[in-house]
């Protein structure tokens, strides 16, 4: 490897040998490919002209405060997921390889694979746990439509983390034709890097965006965390200004039981899908369900670095329960118009309690994806 | 001298044959005496998995096998006690762990724990070599041997740093992919060679090992040994005559002589 992979402790490469090779192969890809200005010409045409970049900032009008929204939910497939997913399928091609493998939770994912899979000429299959291809039939016809193959995962749980685990074991096998189109800024190095550095242009964009519209920095930057792709690459260009970076993590029905996804609030260090992180876990070190009302969150480890922004100080890290996730995702409904992904509204709920706090804060916030997927599941929870 | 050393000493040419189970699969009483039958059938060597809840490298009857122990209650120290009492009744027989790095680092002393209940090696399944360092040394202050896993796609350097940082044996994967019964294995006698070259500890082949036929094509190959894993386990799933299948397997490998390594 060439670079470190390591955020402080946090990090590394931890996979059984076999696949060292497939992450040493892509790691030179992309930093090959981080040079070659072909490669970001073409990167720069995809997302302005198939994907629909830069995406708008939208002050809100009606919800208090000073509240923009960085509007991801605006992008081709529904969320900043498309961001990462053309690069890493540019880099998949640049390598040779002619199939892409995917997990996904409620799907967004799968379907931005799906989306460059049918565009870049890939076979694309999309492991996704058993239990949510039940709880998202739409997302699994939607990739079905554009080519893909979804398999479900009926190991573990079912869930998110079993996806994964199946894709390694798929990708431990088969590394030679297909690459491994990790969805969030988790995973063995390169992966947690590689994935800031494609998701970085959120953050690019609304800092330049912030300072066109309201001539200024803003005073704190929300984002929901679960892998943590949409909150890294909304911070990352923030690093280094006066600027509050605050991820929110799904708090489920409440962090004093074990129904939740905090894992950078109730975590202990650990190591899960090839990096050391923190992560939810009993005494012996056995991974624990997790829950939340947004299946993108519904995670039992986190993205390396945002482990370290934690443990360094430099960001905060707070949690949002489904309760107060699902009222932030009706306000913005009725009073702004906007239908956001139940993780977004995680990070909607905690700038309104910042805003509430700090009336004359201007606070932007990740609006990571829209809430076409969730709007049966509101129906049930909210009709 | 290791129990490993010694187990390859008393072996001479021929190959020592590893059986793998899952600890507490499907309840501690019941794998307490499936290891007896593995030695009743005539293992040299017995690799125990410790279950963990996300087994990526491994396939559908390894992980049944785990999730079967974890539904029965099997904790870490329930392992630890198995392979205590294991040692009791068998004082010679070397005994190797094969988990998950997660449940190494979560237990304070996993090592030490594993020395004092009398097991010999350790392989951490995704611990590759490029992060091995600090579990090496670790297992070695405790007087555990770290076994690491080269396998077919593993570049020179990195089967260097393999011989360098393994001491038990060298656990060669036949094939790439997950652990299973379905495909053999490619038993190339390149990889054996190599290690052999860089003075690695006896490779030994897992990963595809279920009959007589691949027992014989991984000596051929210049194995000093077999790891049959899955074979067994679903044989015991099953109910079926585990100490009659590790003998038919054992006989393999008295068949023929394999290369005097060193």
């Known amino acids: ?383 | 001298m290791s129990r490993y050393a010694a187990m390859f000493e008393r072996l001479g040419g021929e190959g020592a044959f590893g059986a793998f189970v899952m600890l507490g699969d499907p309840d501690l009483q019941s794998s307490a005496r499936l290891l007896d039958a593995l030695v009743e059938g005539g293992a040299d060597m017995i690799e125990v998995g410790i279950p963990f809840s996300d087994p990526i490298a491994d396939g559908p009857v390894i992980q049944a096998a785990a999730q079967r122990a974890l539904a029965a209650g099997v904790r870490v120290g329930d392992c630890f006690e198995l392979i205590a009492r294991f040692r009791e009744r068998h004082a010679d027989v070397p005994v190797g762990i094969l988990t998950y790095a997660n449940l190494v680092v979560a237990r304070g002393g996993f090592m030490r724990d594993a020395a004092e209940a009398g097991a010999d090696s350790l392989l951490i399944a995704d611990v590759p070599t490029i992060e091995a360092e600090r579990f090496t040394q670790e297992m070695t202050q405790a007087g555990i041997e770290p076994v690491l896993i080269a396998a077919g796609n593993t570049p020179d350097a990195a089967l260097r740093r393999i011989a360098g940082l393994s001491k038990a044996y060298t656990y060669c994967a036949s094939r790439a992919g997950i652990t299973g019964t379905h495909a053999g294995g490619q038993f190339d006698s390149a990889i054996t060679a190599k290690l052999r070259r860089f003075g690695a500890p006896p490779p030994v082949f897992g990963f595809g090992i279920s009959t007589p036929e691949h027992v014989r094509a991984a000596l051929d190959a210049g194995a000093r040994g077999v790891i049959c894993g899955s074979a067994i386990v679903d044989c015991a799933a099953r109910g079926g005559d585990v100490a009659g299948l590790v003998r038919t397997l054992k006989a393999a490998t008295r068949e023929r002589l394999a290369p005097a390594m060193n």
């Open chain 1, 1 to 383: 490897m060439r670079l470190s992979g390591r955020f402080g402790r946090f990090g590394g490469c931890y996979v059984p040998e076999i696949l060292v090779p497939a992450l040493e192969q892509l790691e030179a890809a992309f930093l090959d490919a981080q040079d070659d200005p072909a490669f970001a010409a073409e990167l720069n045409d995809l997302l302005a002209n198939y994907a629909g970049r830069p995406t708008p900032l939208t002050r809100c009008r009606n919800l208090p405060g000073n509240i923009y929204l960085k509007r991801e939910d605006l992008l081709h497939g529904g969320a900043h997921k498309t961001n990462q997913v053309l690069a890493q399928a540019l880099l998949a091609r640049r390598m040779g390889k002619t199939r892409l493998i995917a997990e996904t939770g409620a799907g967004q994912h799968g379907v931005a694979t799906a989306i460059a899979g049918a565009l870049l000429g890939f076979d694309t299959v999309i492991y996704m746990g058993a239990e949510d291809v039940e709880r998202q039939k739409l997302n699994v016809f939607r990739m079905e439509l554009m080519g893909a193959t979804v398999v479900p995962v009926e190991a573990g749980g079912r869930t998110l983390k079993d996806a994964i685990n199946e894709a390694l074991r798929d990708w431990s096998a088969s590394f030679e034709t297909t690459h491994y189109l990790l969805g969030t800024a988790a995973g063995p190095h390169p992966f947690p890097t590689m994935v800031r550095e494609f998701q970085r242009v959120i953050g690019r964009e609304a800092r330049a965006q912030m300072l066109d519209q309201l001539g200024q920095l803003p005073d704190a930057v929300v984002a929901c965390v679960g892998g943590g792709s949409n909150a890294i690459g909304l911070f990352a260009d923030f690093f280094d200004d006066d600027v509050r970076l605050i991820g929110v993590e799904a708090a489920g029905k409440g962090l004093h039981g074990d129904e939740h996804g905090a894992t950078l609030l109730c975590g202990t260090p650990g190591i899960l899908h090839g990096a050391e992180t923190l992560v939810l876990e009993d005494d012996d070190g056995q991974i624990a369900d997790t829950w939340s009302v947004s299946a993108g969150l519904d995670y039992p480890a986190v993205g390396p670095e945002h482990a370290f922004l934690k443990e360094s100080g430099r960001a905060e890290y707070v949690g949002a329960t489904d309760t107060e996730a699902l009222a932030a995702f009706k306000l913005l409904a009725e009073q702004e118009g906007i239908l956001c992904a139940f993780e977004s509204a995680h990070a909607i709920a905690h700038a309104l309690k910042l805003a509430e706090a700090e009336p004359d804060s201007a606070i932007l916030v990740g609006l990571s994806g829209r809430g076409d997927k969730d709007v049966s599941q509101a129906q049930a929870l909210l009709g």
